[in-house]
């Protein structure tokens, strides 16, 4: 029940979590009702996206950022990278998706203006060989994207996880921990080591949450590997216990608080 060994950098727990769109839906439900622009949209504003620019989104996922640049008439080459399949046939429907590693990129050097990885460098396992891949495609005068989260992300789903996890399970172990390896403060310092200048731009906010289901769903997305617990009929108890905290909390304040600490960095 109880491993380890393994973290959220380890490849294999990353192709099983994004195998399909699923999980990434509901991350992306909870996150829709954060008052205020998109993250997408802040960050294409903070890029300064020009239409006919190369972009290379890493980390794709369902193609949501892919998808957002061709509705807003981008005419210039889109180029998508990840490392599930699942995700990578579903990204595909927007711009031509690679499957493939951040750590190795099958693109060309200097060949790209912006380079976008947002949330996803914490599951990387070598951070600075993914620094040097992202330096190494972006053109001379271009620029990298890169969103990460702060100290105090989700602070709230992340203690009634442990809450669970300690009753249901005897399973005591901080869900942050792994996060932490990759947080704004060490993402700031990592990418000022390969490019001249690094802007971190805060896009965090707290937001109430009505509905116990939408919670409950972005916490059951996670892998049970953040507690250090396997999938099985033990993580299952654990998330009904999160999902009852949940319920709790909403029927007795009317909402469920969520606390964003999100950053965007402009790497030049």
Known sequence: MFDDSESISDADLVREQYSDHRRLAARQA???????????DTVLRTAAVQDTETILDIGCGNGALLAALRARGHAGTLIGVDLSAGMARTAAT???????????????????????SLHVLYHVPDLDRA???????????????????GAGHTSELKQVLATAADR????????????????????RDLFGTVFDAV??????RSFAVHDPDVVGDYLASWSPRSVG?????????VVAEARALIRTQVSDHGAFMVTSRAAILRCT
């Open 30 to 40: 909870l996150w829709r009702l954060e008052p205020g622009p998109p993250l997408v």
């Open 94 to 116: 927007h711009a031509p998706v690679a499957i493939a590693d951040v750590q190795a990129l099958p693109v060309r050097s200097a060949s790209v203006d912006v380079a976008m």
């Open 131 to 149: 620094a040097a891949e992202l330096r190494r495609v972006v053109k001379p005068g271009g620029r990298a994207m890169i969103a990460t989260n």
């Open 168 to 187: 249901v399970a005897g399973v005591r172990r901080d869900p942050d921990r792994e996060v932490r390896r990759f947080d704004t403060l060490r993402a």
């Open 199 to 204: 802007a971190v731009i805060d896009a965090g």
């Open 229 to 237: 617990m396997r999938a099985g009929p033990a993580w299952d108890a």
